[in-house]
Every structure is written in structure tokens, then in C-alpha cells.
């Protein structure tokens, strides 16, 4: 079969990505441009400054990301933006420049869902990983647990019913005094305390998730005792949202009898979850996790998912649009 290569775009946050990957697995290259030090002095992502510093970085990202590959415009196959979910504004750079470079190439458009992406990005990590398994995806803006049922045959099985889990990341984090984003520094803060302290978990008869009881019990911990240890803060806040995941992933392996189970977002990036996660595999359950540059947004999961959809068949208009709350 020809090869197929594809340019995955990503811009739904503060990352302009730009990436050529070949048949879905293969990342010739992946150029991420991060505005992270210019949203820091705010405490979080100004959605009107991402998208002015999305329009100013994304042709020269483009341009390296074909440099990078050895490859020239007009070798392409296949563009592939994400459209959604994410900040509108955001999202609409990505997305013009994509119909913009399919209409003069005349090319293919192939609009994908930022979260497929994430699960993608474990195709390139782990090139035997085919469907069905089941994803627990852990990102700044969502947690769901998602039946993979096929390339591109997805359900979801469980959702937060309030914050995302990367959400209570770096409210914990900022609360205590570490700047945004969050969840790394609470991840490196946590390695040096111990769970000494047990936080209240909601449990649901269903497989949804619920964040913000933890989150606030933190928060208020460390305010009426501000000299509690941080690290071991940390520790137990991670350890109590970790106990959550794990046993929701448990459910959905009975209620599936699916044993294959993969890792995908920004928070599955973090030190203790993966551990924990890893040792599922002592109960004959195989476990997957997206290298760590992978985990955190960038445009070769854009392109892996693209290349499925593509093969499936989804091709999108030319008036392709963004799409802030789309879901799988
Ligand atoms: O998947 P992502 O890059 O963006 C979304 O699509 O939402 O996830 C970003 C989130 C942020 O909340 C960030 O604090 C969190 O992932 N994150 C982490 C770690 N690395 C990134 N949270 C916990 N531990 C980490 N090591």
C-alpha cells in the first residue's frame, strides 16, 4: 500500500503544533511551539492572547515541520487540523490555516477530535497497540473513560460530573503557591511527601468521576493549616484522585472484559498515576501509556488520528469549522 502521510495541526490550547507523520504511526517530525512562559504571569491560558500568538507562530511551525521531515508541501496526502474541543478562537487558527492549505494543495481535509488524538498518540508510542481496549483519559479539560471499540468506533463509558482532573491539578497547585500549569509541579512536589492524609472520594454506581470534593477539601485543608507539609499534601491529593481512576478502570474492565487498558492526556504524564496504573498488570491486565512528550498537547497525535479517519473515510468540507465543546 502507498504510504500516507499526513500534517496533523494542533492549536485548541497554548500549543501550536505542527507534524508530519507517516501511516499513523511513523512521526517524521513534530514542531511544538508552547506559549507557556507567556500565559505563567496570568495563572492560566488568556484565550484571547492564545489565539493572536496561534496566528503569529503557526506558518513558521508549519514550514519547520516539513523542514524537520525532509518533505516539501507538496508531498503531503492527507491535513488533518484539530477542531475541537478547545478555545474557540484557538481552535480557528488551526483550522483556517488547514482549509486554507488543503484548498490550495487540493488536498483532503480531515478535521479530528483533539481527544482522539491523545488516545492516538499511543499508536505511535506502542506500534502493536491495536483496538478494542479501553482509555482512561486524563486531560486538562476532561476525564472520561472511553470503549475503543475500533480505530474509530468510540464510546464513552464514565465522565467527570465537574472538574477535569487536570483542572484540580493546577487549582491545587495555585492555591499552594506553584505557578501554572500546575500538575507537573505538584507531580515533582509529591515525589518528596507521603499520603498521610485521607481526602473524601464520591463514588458513583455508574463509571462518572468527580473531582471537585477532593479538590475543595485540599484547598480548604491548606488553608485552615497553612503549615501542612506540601509535599505530603500533594501526595494524598494524587494518591486520592488516583484511587478514583483505579477503581472506575476496574469497573470497566468487568463490565467489558476488555484487558487492555491505555493512558492518554496531559495528566497521564504524572509520576504516581502511571505507577499505580503499571501495577494492574499483576492482575493480567495490560497496561499502555503515550511517551511523556506525547502525553501533553502536540500535532503527531493530531496526525495519527487523522490518518484513521482518513482510511475511514472522513472527509471533512471545506467549510470546516471549530467545534469548543465537541465530544467523542
Ligand atoms: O492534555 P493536555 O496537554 O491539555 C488538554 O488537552 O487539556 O493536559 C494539560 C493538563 C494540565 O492540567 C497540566 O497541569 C496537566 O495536564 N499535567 C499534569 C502533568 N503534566 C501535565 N498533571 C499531573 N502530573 C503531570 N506530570
Redesign the pocket.
Known amino acids: 500500500m502507498k504510504d500516507i502521510i499526513v500534517l496533523g495541526i494542533e492549536s485548541?490550547?497554548d500549543e501550536t503544533s505542527v507534524a508530519v507523520v507517516k501511516n499513523g504511526r511513523e512521526v517524521l517530525s513534530n514542531v511544538i511551539d508552547t506559549q507557556i512562559k507567556i500565559h505563567e504571569q496570568f495563572g492560566g491560558v488568556v484565550p484571547e492572547i492564545a489565539s493572536r500568538n496561534h496566528i503569529e507562530a503557526i506558518s513558521r511551525v508549519a514550514k519547520k515541520a516539513l523542514e524537520d521531515a525532509n518533505l516539501t508541501f507538496k508531498d503531503l496526502d492527507v491535513i488533518a487540523p484539530a477542531y475541537g474541543p478547545g478555545l474557540v478562537g484557538a481552535l480557528l487558527v488551526g483550522v483556517s490555516y488547514g482549509r486554507g492549505l488543503a484548498y490550495a494543495l487540493n488536498k483532503p481535509l480531515v478535521g479530528v477530535n483533539?481527544l482522539e488524538g491523545?488516545i492516538a498518540a499511543n499508536y505511535i508510542t506502542h506500534k502493536d497497540l491495536e483496538p478494542p481496549f479501553i482509555c482512561m483519559l486524563t486531560?486538562?479539560?476532561?476525564t472520561q473513560i472511553v470503549h475503543i471499540k475500533d480505530y474509530c468506533n468510540l464510546e464513552v463509558l464514565g465522565k467527570t460530573r465537574d472538574d477535569a482532573i487536570?483542572?484540580a491539578?493546577?487549582k491545587v497547585a495555585r492555591v499552594i503557591g506553584l505557578t501554572y500549569?500546575?500538575?507537573?509541579k505538584?507531580?515533582k512536589l509529591a515525589q518528596q511527601g507521603q499520603p498521610t492524609i485521607d481526602f473524601p472520594k464520591t463514588h458513583f454506581e455508574n463509571l462518572d468521576f468527580s473531582f471537585s470534593g477532593i479538590k475543595t477539601a485540599v484547598i480548604n485543608l491548606h488553608h485552615k493549616n497553612p503549615e501542612i507539609n506540601k509535599a505530603d499534601l500533594c501526595m494524598s491529593f494524587e494518591k486520592a484522585v488516583t484511587d478514583v481512576l483505579i477503581e472506575n478502570i476496574e469497573k470497566a474492565i468487568e463490565m467489558t472484559n476488555v484487558r487492555k487498558v491505555v493512558l492518554a492526556?496531559?495528566?497521564s504524564?504524572?509520576?504516581h498515576i502511571r505507577s499505580e496504573f503499571l501495577k494492574l498488570e499483576n492482575k493480567d491486565i495490560k497496561i499502555y501509556m503515550p511517551d511523556l512528550k506525547l502525553?501533553?498537547?502536540n500535532a503527531a497525535m493530531i496526525g495519527a488520528a487523522g490518518y484513521y479517519r482518513y482510511l475511514n473515510g472522513n472527509i471533512s468540507e471545506n467549510t470546516l469549522n471549530a467545534v469548543p465543546n465537541l465530544k467523542l
Open positions: 485548541s490550547c483533539h491523545h486531560s486538562g479539560g476532561n487536570g483542572e491539578f493546577d500549569p500546575g500538575g507537573p505538584v507531580d492526556g496531559g495528566v504524564a504524572n509520576t502525553c501533553t498537547d
